[in-house]
């Protein structure tokens, strides 16, 4: 079992940053691949960026590109989401998810965390 808690959302400016953090429970966490997802008001969860097990590689949407950067530290069993260049489209809730097989960009991950507000102003 896998328990995931984010943090780290909240109130910003267009053009800001924000630094997402997830903290996980459990002895097998740097066995698990992890991504990042965002949900508007009345949109769908989209997938943002994911990443492999041992951080050697990670994937991102096009429209993150250039301006997140996903990262772990599996010492402190944590998954970060740096966000930079922020726009009032990024306004949604953030969830970081797991899953023991490889990464992937689909919603198909085993444990969620609870999610983090970020709202961006214009």
């Known amino acids: 079992q896998v328990h995931l808690v984010e943090s780290g959302g909240g109130l910003v400016q267009a053009g800001g940053s924000l630094r997402l953090s997830c903290t996980a429970s459990g002895r097998w966490f740097s066995n698990y691949a992890a991504a990042w997802f965002r949900q508007a008001p009345g949109k769908e969860r989209e997938w943002i960026s994911a990443i492999t097990f041992d951080g050697g590689t990670t994937y991102y949407a096009d429209f993150v590109k250039g301006r997140f950067t996903i990262s772990r530290d599996n010492a402190e069993n944590a998954v970060y989401l740096e966000m930079t260049s922020l726009k009032p489209d990024d306004t949604a809730v953030y969830y970081c998810?797991?899953?023991?097989?490889?990464?992937?960009?689909?919603?198909?991950?085993?444990?969620w965390g609870q999610g983090t507000q970020v709202t961006v102003s214009s």
């Open positions: 998810a797991a899953r023991g097989r490889p990464a992937t960009s689909s919603p198909n991950y085993d444990y």
